[in-house]
């Protein structure tokens, strides 16, 4: 549980503080409670790599709304530059937090592809942080494909999702003696289920 300070400071389930309401390009960061945040998907990409030998090239990192900014954030922005670079990152409806203090390693940009799909009417994280994020990104070398819908923020667009898909299997390749990893940080953001892990063995 996090306090929102845009709904009064409330206790409410969120991966960090939200200052701003819509949160357009000039949204306040909370970069305590992202830092915290990309340190709980550190630990279970670390615990992954230990218990089951599934490697950060093997992973693609993803989420909706505030689990997009996480998953930037923890795929680019926070990623260190001796670590192992994901296989992918998918952001929907997300945004780039931390804007002004990208940090991007070439091994990084080179190696994790983007998959971003925003909405074009989404009245919560406004369509404008999909052009911006992706300039910003492109920018520093990473490889974007973009998409943007005729819908709101929604998570449940089947063509989005459709989309979503071909990039993971186009990033991850499809072998019958490899598994695919897929990290999500959505906006359920119970413990037991805000970042699981799903294995889906290839046909």
């Not at 945040?37 to 990192?61: A, C, F, T, Y």
């Not at 983007?114 to 009245?123: E, I, P, R, T, V």
């Not at 695919?180 to 119970?190: G, M």
Request: charged content about 30%; hydrophobic content about 35%; some cysteine.
């Amino acid at each position: 549980m996090v306090g929102i300070t845009v709904n009064g400071g409330e206790q409410m389930p969120g991966w960090f503080d939200v200052y701003d309401w819509p949160i357009g390009i000039d949204a306040k960061d909370d970069p305590r409670g992202l830092a915290l945040s990309v340190k709980r998907i550190e630990q279970i990409v670390d615990q992954l790599k230990e218990d089951e030998g599934i490697d950060p090239s093997r992973i693609v990192i993803g989420g909706f709304s505030q689990g997009g900014a996480v998953a930037l954030m923890a795929a680019y922005n926070r990623r260190k530059k001796d670590a192992i670079p994901f296989a992918g990152c998918c952001v929907l409806s997300g945004w780039l937090p931390m804007k002004d203090y990208l940090d991007v390693s070439e091994s990084t940009a080179n190696a994790t592809p983007l998959f971003w799909a925003h909405g074009q009417y989404d009245d919560k994280i406004l369509f404008e942080q999909q052009i911006i994020g992706v300039k910003k990104l492109k920018s520093v070398g990473v490889d974007v494909t973009a998409k943007a819908y005729s819908v709101g923020h929604e998570s449940a667009n089947f063509e989005e999702i459709e989309d979503m898909a071909e990039f993971i299997e186009r990033v991850l390749g499809s072998s019958s003696d490899k598994k695919r990893e897929i990290k999500w940080a959505n906006e359920d953001y119970d413990e037991s289920s805000s970042t699981g892990e799903g294995h889906e063995d290839d046909e």
